[in-house]
Every structure is written in structure tokens, then in C-alpha cells.
T-cell receptor
Framework: GAVVSQHPSWVICKSGTSVKIECRSLDFQATTMFWYRQFPKQSLMLMATSNEGSKATYEQGVEKDKFLINHASLTLSTLTVTSAHPEDSSFYIC????????????FGPGTRLTVL | AQKVTQAQTEISVVEKEDVTLDCVYETRDTTYYLFWYKQPPSGELVFLIRRNSFDEQNEISGRYSWNFQKSTSSFNFTITASQVVDSAVYFCALSSYNTDKLIFGTGTRLQVFP
């Protein structure tokens, strides 16, 4: 089946630094990708929709200047957490739907971000 | 507004017991999709099932079965003869028919003891 990868799988950074997380669809093209955030023992919350060739669409309450999303190609979306703070520590998961009638959505393995 | 409620925060069973995870949803859409995902300790989401709102047939896949009741807006998940490997957090999710955005429930943590 289709595979979505994320890199890195985990990252530890100091407060104030920026962290970039990549989401790749490995064997299919995705004009849209989604970024979710999951705090410990909580549910997944949609942060934004990444659109290839245009601006990302952010969910209410998500700071677009803090969470920069770039969908540079049909197989790559990046999420940059700028000036990270301890409260940004979370599990970030991306997903990408395939196209066509038999549309399916595939999730990446997630990236665990710890901000010290 | 769309909403998914999983009232059971945590369930503990002994191996071989049957267990049902409840899911109740709210949506104004007439067409929509419902999903169940499993999240083991590794964190990676494992897709279990997708059901569209037109199809109320119950589904069985091995030890797993799903009961979709549109009249009560419920999409419950039953594991028969549970095993230790079933221990995980299970999420129910909802999406509109014309979008791939998923609204997740709060999840149910299932612990199966030997």
C-alpha cells in the first residue's frame, strides 16, 4: 500500500530554536497533506491543510506564523515550528490522501518533538 | 459542527474477553465517512476501517466487528476474544464526504491483560 514517511522521527531542541519536520508521500502524489498534533494521552487535532502550490489553510487557534507549512512538491510537505517553546512539545503526525475514486488516506509514523 | 465522542477513556479486560468500544458522532452532513484507527505505543496510526454513511451494513474482519447505527449516530467497534496485542489506544474519526480532514474522538485506551 501507499506509504507516507516523516523525518525526523524524534527531535530534541532548545527553546527558541526552529525545527523542520518533513512529510513525504513515497509512492503517490498528494496535492493535499494534513498536519495533526497530539499532546500526551490526548487526541489528534488537525492543525492545518497543506496545499501544493498555494498557502496552507490553518485551523482556528493555530498560529500560522509559528507553524510554517510549505508544500513544495507533490510528494513533500514541511512543517517548521518557529521559535519553539516547551509547550510546543508534542507528537506531530502528517497524512496524505491518494487521489481517484478509491481514495484512501495514509498517515506518517509521526515526529516526537521535545523542546527543552 | 462535527464532533466525535468516545465516552470510555480506558478499558481493561483479561485475554479472551470480548470488548466493545463505543463511538458516537455528530454531523450535519448527509454524506460522511467514519473511521477506526489503532495507535499502539509506537505512536503510528493503524487504519482499521472506513465506512461511508450510505452503508449501514455491519462488518466483520477476523476478530474485529463494527456496528454502524445511523439512527443513534453510533459506530461501535467490538473485539472478540481479545489478545494482549490488542492493547492500544483506539480512535474513532469522522470526515465529510468531500474533504479528507478527520475529526478524531478522544480515544479509548484498551489494556488486555494475560
Amino acid at each position: 500500500g501507499a506509504v507516507v514517511s516523516q523525518h525526523p522521527s524524534w527531535v530534541i531542541c532548545k527553546s527558541g530554536t526552529s525545527v523542520k519536520i518533513e512529510c513525504r508521500s513515497l509512492d503517490f502524489q498528494a496535492t493535499t497533506m494534513f498536519w495533526y498534533r497530539q499532546f500526551p494521552k490526548q487526541s489528534l487535532m488537525l492543525m492545518a491543510t497543506s496545499n501544493e502550490g498555494s498557502k496552507a489553510t490553518y485551523e482556528q487557534g493555530v498560529e500560522k506564523d509559528k507553524f510554517l507549512i510549505n508544500h513544495a512538491s507533490l510528494t513533500l510537505s514541511t512543517l517548521t515550528v518557529t521559535s519553539a517553546h516547551p509547550e510546543d512539545s508534542s507528537f506531530y503526525i502528517c497524512s496524505a490522501p491518494t487521489s481517484g475514486v478509491a481514495r484512501e488516506q495514509f498517515f506518517g509514523p509521526g515526529t516526537r518533538l521535545t523542546v527543552l | 459542527a462535527q464532533k466525535v465522542t468516545q465516552a470510555q477513556t480506558e478499558i481493561s479486560v483479561v485475554e479472551k474477553e470480548d470488548v466493545t468500544l463505543d463511538c458516537v458522532y455528530e454531523t450535519r452532513d448527509t454524506t460522511y465517512y467514519l473511521f477506526w484507527y489503532k495507535q499502539p505505543p509506537s505512536g503510528e496510526l493503524v487504519f482499521l476501517i472506513r465506512r461511508n454513511s450510505f452503508d449501514e451494513q455491519n462488518e466483520i474482519s477476523g476478530r474485529y466487528s463494527w456496528n454502524f447505527q445511523k439512527s443513534t449516530s453510533s459506530f461501535n467497534f467490538t473485539i472478540t476474544a481479545s489478545q494482549v496485542v490488542d492493547s492500544a489506544v483506539y480512535f474513532c474519526a469522522l470526515s465529510s464526504y468531500n474533504t479528507d480532514k478527520l475529526i478524531f474522538g478522544t480515544g479509548t485506551r484498551l489494556q488486555v491483560f494475560p
